[in-house]
Nanobody, 116 residues
Framework: HVQLVESGGGSVQGGGSLRLSCAASAYSTCMGWFRQAPGKERAEVARIRSASGRTYYADSVKGRFTISQDNAKKTLYLEMNSLQPEDTAMYYC?????????????WGQGTQVTVS
C-alpha cells in the first residue's frame, strides 16, 4: 500500500504561482495530480510515468502547470503558474501502475488551492 501526503496549497491572487508537493511512501510507476472543485467531478490535471518521465497534461493547464518528480526522494511536484480563479479546487496526488496507460490505485488527502 502506498501512502501519499500533499502539501503546498494556499491562497493566491490571480496570476500568482504555487508549488505543490506529494511525499510518497514507495515508488510507483505512475504518479499524477487531480483536482475537484465544489459541485464538480474530480478531473485529472497531469500525470507522469515515473521511469521514463513522460508527461501528460489536461488542456486547461497546458503551458501553465508543470509536473515533475524526484524519484530518489519519492516526491512528486506540481508547479502552477498564471493561476486563475477557475483553478480553485482541492488538489489530490495519485499513484498507480503502468499498463497500456496509468491505472490509479492510491490517493492522498488533498491540499486546497484558492485563487482570487
Amino acid at each position: 500500500h502506498v501512502q501519499l501526503v500533499e502539501s503546498g496549497g494556499g491562497s493566491v491572487q490571480g496570476g500568482g504561482s504555487l508549488r505543490l508537493s506529494c511525499a510518497a511512501s514507495a515508488y510507483s510507476t505512475c504518479m499524477g495530480w487531480f483536482r475537484q472543485a465544489p459541485g464538480k467531478e474530480r478531473a485529472e490535471v497531469a500525470r507522469i510515468r515515473s521511469a521514463s518521465g513522460r508527461t501528460y497534461y489536461a488542456d486547461s493547464v497546458k503551458g501553465r502547470f508543470t509536473i515533475s518528480q524526484d524519484n530518489a526522494k519519492k516526491t512528486l511536484y506540481l508547479e502552477m503558474n498564471s493561476l486563475q480563479p477557475e483553478d480553485t479546487a482541492m488538489y489530490y496526488c495519485a499513484a498507480g501502475t503502468l499498463g497500456v496507460s496509468c491505472r490509479w490505485s492510491y490517493w492522498g488527502q488533498g491540499t486546497q488551492v484558492t485563487v482570487s
